[in-house]
């Protein structure tokens, strides 16, 4: 994938870091660390800046949490409500459960668009249960330019400023990504077992 990425950055320049962004906000298994990090060191080989780079990433990471927004806005609450009146007991969720985890969004969701888009993967969905929430959309298009610039400009600045070095920087990444996803499997299963043991608890009062 590496080099599938060099040479499509090699040929289409700006345009190529923009729709490669784009594409990653949306399907994150490409990974944004190579192609920021890789823009950053063509800055120094090519008519390239750090400034341009930076500008045409932050677009098209926007234009991509955009488009999972406008998904989530699709499946609002309410749909959900609908979902779980049919199917809840067989997923073992309530409509109060949908309710609460949306007032819990709506609490902390400012926080965790800024924040998420400096974490790998949950920098991609955390656009979805934002638009689900109806966050409203000028605060989650700031939150999310400011959060991606600054992602962004770390990543370019380093591949930059590391030269033809720039590829040791992604195996640090890869590494700092592989934690994430630990931590989100932890979080995940603890929450599962959380969920269902009150569940439990529940029933039997």
């Known amino acids: 994938m590496e080099q599938w990425i060099t040479d499509w950055l090699s040929d289409f320049g700006y345009w190529g870091v923009f729709l490669l962004i784009m594409i990653e906000n949306v399907f994150p298994p490409i990974p944004s ?9 063509m800055t120094t080989t090519t008519s390239m800046t750090i400034v341009g780079v930076i500008t045409v990433a932050t677009l098209g990471s926007v234009a991509g949490a955009v488009i ?13 409500e609908k979902i779980v009146e049919k199917h809840g007991r067989w997923l073992r969720v309530t409509k109060q459960d949908i309710r609460r985890a949306d007032a819990w969004f709506d ?24 638009g689900m ?18 992602w962004n400009t770390i990543l370019v600045s380093a591949g930059a400023a590391l030269g033809e070095n720039w590829h040791s920087l992604v195996g640090y990444f890869d590494i ?11 979080v995940a299963v603890g929450w599962f077992i959380w969920f269902t043991n009150k569940k439990k608890k529940q029933k039997r009062v």
């Open 68 to 80: 999972l927004y406008f998904i989530g806005l699709q499946l609002d609450v309410e749909r959900l």
């Open 133 to 150: 929430s109806n966050m409203r959309f000028s605060l989650f298009l700031l939150l999310t330019t400011l959060g991606t610039v600054i």
């Open 107 to 130: 609490r902390i969701g400012p926080w965790a668009v800024f924040f998420g888009r400096l974490v790998p993967l949950v920098r991609s969905l955390i656009s979805i249960p934002a």
């Open 33 to 41: 660390e190579i192609i920021l990090t890789l823009g950053g060191f």
């Open 176 to 186: 700092y990504s592989n934690i994430i996803y630990v931590l989100i499997v932890v």
